[in-house]
């Protein structure tokens, strides 16, 4: 048996490896993408100067590709994706 140190209680093989694994999975977010809460409040303008690599998290951040092309394609990409007109 093995004992949890954070009640002292001895708790069996089985039951420490399934406490083992859920922690594991907490801490590498095993679900894969999840939708970040608030929307992206960016003008036009401000894709039209962002970097490139902001441009890349940005596109990430959401789950979209970012090998899509040269930074003007990825400006475009994200204006479509982002901007309600």
Known sequence: MASNSA???KVSG???Q????????EKS????FQMPLHYPRYKKEDYEKMPEWKLDCLLKEYGLPTNIGDVNKK????MGAFLWT
């Open 29 to 32: 977010n095993t679900c894969g």
């Open 18 to 25: 399934a406490m083992v694994m859920k922690k594991e999975s």
């Open 7 to 9: 009640t002292g209680l």
């Open 14 to 16: 089985h039951h420490h």
């Open 75 to 78: 400006r475009e990409f994200a």
